[in-house]
Nanobody
Framework: QVQLVESGGGSVQPGGSLRLSCAASGRAFSTYTMGWFRQAPGKEREFVATVSWSGGSTVYADFVKGRFTISRDKAKNTVYLQMDSLRPEDTAVYYC?????????????????WGQGTQVTVSS
């Protein structure tokens, strides 16, 4: 079992930055692929980014390339999503997800553990 707790969401102006954190508890965290997804009101949950168990491989959605960075700290059992140059269309609830030993993992159906989500609002 893996439990995930997100933090770091909030309100920011366009062009601003936020860093989301996802703290994981449970066994063998380092063997899990980790991902970030988001869901805006009235829309389906969509893929944002994923990082491999080693941290050596990452994949991003086209709409965040060059603006967001996913990383993981195995010693802290934590995954991060650094979000820069935020836009109003980035407003959503952001979810952290985990799946064991699967790569790549780019759809919600690929993951079997989820956090509760953290709200990100980008508005002037």
């Amino acid at each position: 079992q893996v439990q995930l707790v997100e933090s770091g969401g909030g309100s920011v102006q366009p062009g601003g930055s936020l860093r989301l954190s996802c703290a994981a508890s449970g066994r063998a965290f380092s063997t899990y692929t980790m991902g970030w997804f988001r869901q805006a009101p009235g829309k389906e949950r969509e893929f944002v980014a994923t990082v491999s168990w080693s941290g050596g491989s990452t994949v991003y959605a086209d709409f965040v390339k060059g603006r967001f960075t996913i990383s993981r700290d195995k010693a802290k059992n934590t995954v991060y999503l650094q979000m820069d140059s935020l836009r109003p269309e980035d407003t959503a609830v952001y979810y952290c997800a985990a799946v064991w030993n699967t790569w790549p993992a780019r759809t919600p159906a690929d993951y079997n553990y989820w956090g509760q989500g953290t709200q990100v609002t980008v508005s002037s």
